[in-house]
Each structure stands twice: as structure tokens, then as C-alpha cells.
């Protein structure tokens, strides 16, 4: 199946009529997954499922998966694979993934990455699913989380040094107060990296092995990763 996509000019605002299917953004953390994913919802009008954000989210809202959740994301562990699989299906189920959507940081072990593929092959006739590897070095990782700034109201990403907003300590979309992230110190952002190196990088591996893979530097400006994202993204749906 293809998607035949002619043109890739990400940051247009408009959306593309073809079908992209279901895209998996793989990467350390403050590899740059969530702002890729914001360039690909301009490219294609599909949504990004943030499985960070969906716990965030019950966090902020005090629910069960939420107080689960909390401690174990505030040590840059891994939530239990039933609790995030089970967040996905519910997610999944909505009607806005119909013609495609963005996953940024799942699967992020070997147990939900097979859950995806098993849930993905019982649909049949879906788009297959394409994975995008971003590669950025541990220091520079350790600068953009360390300087990340996020808005709270519009989930737009900042950077105190790469990415800063026009009005400092404000966001440029809707002018709410930023904030840091609980788990955007040092010492929760090795504990993470442990994290990734043990259970997630194994991830990269299988579906790499399984073809439909790219992998990208993401150590460019973003507007540049996100041609070569759409690029490899054209190159595997061909
Ligand atoms: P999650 O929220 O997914 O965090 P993560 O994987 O650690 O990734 P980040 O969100 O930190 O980074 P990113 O790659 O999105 O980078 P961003 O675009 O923001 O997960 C958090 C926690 O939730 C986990 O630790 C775990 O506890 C739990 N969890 C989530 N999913 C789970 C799952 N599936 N299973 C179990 N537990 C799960 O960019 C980072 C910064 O860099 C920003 O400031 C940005 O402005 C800047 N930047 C981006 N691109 C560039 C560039 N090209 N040049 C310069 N700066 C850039
Ligand atoms: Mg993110």
C-alpha cells in the first residue's frame, strides 16, 4: 500500500489529503520526539499520542493511573506495561486516529512493542506501521532537558537555549506562565537514559530488524529534521 505523498514541505500549514497510517517516533529522552511530532501534525493533520503526556495528564487529574504513576515517573522509571498498553487501546479507540497518527514514547519495551504489533495485525488492512530512530549525543541530550521549558495550557516545547520563547518565562501561543518538568533534572534524566538503554533500545532493535525503519540525526535545526523525517517516511510508505 502507499500513501503516494508528493511534496514534503513540513511547517505549511496545511494537510495532506493522502493516508500516512500509523507512525512510531523512537529516541532517547530529549531526543526531540514531541517537537518532531508537532512538525508532522502540520504535515499530515493527524494527532500525536504521547503516552508522557496521557500520564501527565492523570497525574494532573489525580486518577488512579495517575497516583500510580506519579512516583514512578518521578524516579525516570518505566510505568507497568499493562497500565500504559491499556491507555493506548483507550486512545487508539478514538476516532481522530482513523487515517494515521504519531506515536511519541511507546512502545518503549519489548512486552508493548509486541502488544502494538499484535493489535496492529488483527486489523488488517491498515497501513503498516513506520518507525523513525532519532540519534542525538548524551551531552547534548542533557542540555535540552535540562533547559526544556513546556506550556502547560498548550503543550508547546521551549528551550532556554536553543528554543526560547519571544516574552521570557511566557508561552508565545497563548502567553501562559511555562513550566519545568518534574523529572527535567540531571539526576532523573540518568536514571531515565538507564532506563532507555535497558529496555527501550532493545525496542529500536526490533523494529529496525523488522524493515520499515529509518533511523535520523537530530542534532540539526528542527525544521531540518522534519524533512528528513517526511522524507523517510514518503521512502518507507512507497
Ligand atoms: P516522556 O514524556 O515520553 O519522556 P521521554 O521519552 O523521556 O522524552 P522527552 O519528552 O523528555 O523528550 P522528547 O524526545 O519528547 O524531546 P522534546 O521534543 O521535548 O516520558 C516521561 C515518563 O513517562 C517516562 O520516564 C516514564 O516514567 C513514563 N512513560 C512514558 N511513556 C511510557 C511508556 N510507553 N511505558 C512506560 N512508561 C512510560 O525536546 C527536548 C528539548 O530539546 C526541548 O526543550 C526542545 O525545545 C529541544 N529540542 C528539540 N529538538 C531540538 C533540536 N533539533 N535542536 C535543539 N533543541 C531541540
Ligand atoms: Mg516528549
Known amino acids: 500500500m502507499s500513501s503516494s505523498i508528493s511534496t514534503v514541505t513540513p511547517g505549511r500549514e496545511e494537510v495532506r489529503k493522502t493516508t500516512p497510517g500509523p507512525i512510531l517516533l523512537l529516541g532517547a529522552p530529549g531526543v526531540g520526539k514531541g517537537t518532531q511530532a508537532k512538525e508532522l501534525i502540520k504535515v499530515w493533520g493527524i494527532p500525536q499520542i504521547s503516552t508522557g503526556d496521557l500520564l501527565r495528564g492523570n497525574v494532573a487529574q489525580g486518577t488512579e493511573l495517575g497516583k500510580t504513576a506519579k512516583e514512578i515517573m518521578g524516579r525516570g522509571e518505566l510505568v507497568p506495561d499493562i497500565l500504559v498498553n491499556e491507555m493506548v487501546a483507550v486512545r487508539l479507540q478514538q476516532a481522530d486516529t482513523a487515517n494515521g497518527y504519531i506515536l511519541d514514547g511507546f512502545p518503549?519495551?519489548?512486552?508493548?512493542?509486541?502488544?502494538?504489533?499484535?493489535?496492529?495485525?488483527?486489523?488488517?488492512?491498515?497501513?503498516?506501521?513506520?518507525?523513525?530512530?532519532?540519534?542525538?549525543?548524551?551531552?547534548?541530550?542533557?542540555?535540552?532537558?535540562?533547559?526544556?521549558?513546556?506550556?502547560?495550557?498548550?503543550?508547546?516545547?521551549?528551550?532556554?537555549?536553543?528554543?526560547?520563547?519571544?516574552?521570557?518565562?511566557?508561552?508565545?501561543?497563548?502567553?501562559?506562565?511555562?513550566?519545568?518538568?518534574?523529572?527535567?533534572?540531571?539526576?532523573v534524566f540518568e536514571e531515565r537514559m538507564r532506563a532507555y538503554e535497558a529496555l527501550t533500545a532493545p525496542v529500536v532493535e526490533h523494529?529496525?530488524?523488522?524493515?520499515?525503519?529509518?533511523?535520523?540525526?537530530?542534532?540539526?535545526?528542527?525544521?531540518?529534521?522534519?524533512?528528513?523525517?517526511?522524507?523517510a517516511i514518503e521512502r518507507l510508505r512507497s
Open 207 to 231: 523494529y529496525r530488524a523488522l524493515g520499515r525503519f529509518a533511523e535520523v540525526d537530530g542534532d540539526r535545526p528542527i525544521a531540518e529534521i522534519a524533512v528528513g523525517i517526511v522524507a
Open 108 to 187: 518503549r519495551t519489548l512486552v508493548q512493542a509486541k502488544w502494538l504489533d499484535e493489535r496492529l495485525a488483527a486489523l488488517g488492512g491498515a497501513l503498516p506501521l513506520v518507525a523513525v530512530s532519532i540519534k542525538v549525543d548524551y551531552n547534548q541530550l542533557l542540555r535540552r532537558i535540562t533547559g526544556r521549558r513546556n506550556c502547560p495550557v498548550c503543550h508547546s516545547i521551549y528551550n532556554l537555549y536553543g528554543k526560547p520563547p519571544v516574552k521570557e518565562g511566557f508561552c508565545d501561543v497563548d502567553g501562559a506562565a511555562l513550566a519545568q518538568r518534574a523529572d527535567d533534572t540531571e539526576k
